[in-house]
């Protein structure tokens, strides 16, 4: 069986890293509150969490079927886009979130947006998730008037832009013919 001959590595395409001396730590009192214990942690992580759950004016938060029925009919826009989700125990809810409010800001005058939290049950409880058939979250449907256009499950911004777009008329050159 051959050996494998030796590797050749010229000495100037050698990446050395720098020597980096160990910083000293500084003196902790056992006694004082440390990390997320401490005071300031606490709060600072209260204020991440109150700003996480702010709503814009552009959303509207409806989590009762016939409260989204009757905005529906209401409404003198006729394109809605409702999100199922659930605050507390969705991580693709929480990473789309920005994305969403994005859109809201963007399209508001033109589309209603709408989030529906379905709570920590899952949308199996929660009536308007029944009626919508929401088998995932986050879970964004598309409504002409009571019609039903389109639906995205996950966070997908791409699908989640081509809805909004759909709603609104706007086409997208996607580069193709």
């Given at each position: 069986?051959?050996?494998?001959?030796p590797i050749y590595m010229p000495?100037?395409?050698?990446?050395?890293?720098?020597?980096?001396?160990?910083?000293?730590?500084?003196?902790?009192?056992?006694?004082?509150?440390?990390?997320?214990d401490s005071p300031d942690a606490?709060?600072?992580?209260?204020?991440?969490?109150?700003?996480?759950?702010?709503?814009?004016?552009?959303?509207?938060?409806?989590?009762?079927?016939?409260?989204?029925?009757?905005?529906?009919?209401?409404?003198?826009?006729?394109?809605?886009?409702?999100?199922?989700?659930?605050?507390?125990?969705?991580?693709?809810?929480?990473?789309?979130?920005?994305?969403?409010?994005?859109?809201?800001?963007?399209?508001?005058?033109?589309?209603?947006?709408?989030?529906?939290?379905?709570?920590?049950?899952?949308?199996?409880?929660?009536?308007?998730?029944?009626?919508?058939?929401?088998?995932?979250?986050?879970?964004?449907?598309?409504?002409?008037?009571?019609?039903?256009?389109?639906?995205?499950?996950?966070?997908?911004?791409?699908?989640?832009?081509?809805?909004?777009?759909?709603?609104?008329?706007?086409?997208?050159?996607?580069?193709?013919?």
């Amino acid at each position: 069986m051959p050996s494998n001959p030796p590797i050749y590595m010229p000495r100037t395409a050698l990446v050395i890293p720098p020597h980096r001396p160990k910083v000293a730590q500084p003196a902790v009192d056992a006694d004082a509150p440390t990390g997320a214990d401490s005071p300031d942690a606490q709060s600072e992580t209260l204020d991440a969490d109150k700003e996480e759950d702010k709503i814009p004016d552009s959303v509207h938060q409806i989590n009762d079927y016939e409260d989204i029925q009757r905005f529906i009919a209401e409404s003198k826009i006729k394109s809605t886009v409702i999100q199922f989700g659930a605050r507390h125990n969705c991580p693709g809810c929480r990473i789309i979130k920005p994305y969403w409010h994005q859109l809201a800001e963007s399209h508001h005058p033109r589309v209603n947006f709408v989030y529906c939290d379905v709570g920590p049950d899952g949308a199996a409880t929660n009536e308007a998730g029944v009626k919508y058939k929401i088998t995932a979250m986050p879970a964004f449907v598309f409504l002409k008037g009571d019609l039903e256009i389109n639906r995205v499950l996950g966070s997908n911004k791409g699908k989640l832009l081509e809805g909004v777009d759909q709603l609104t008329g706007k086409r997208r050159n996607s580069g193709g013919l």
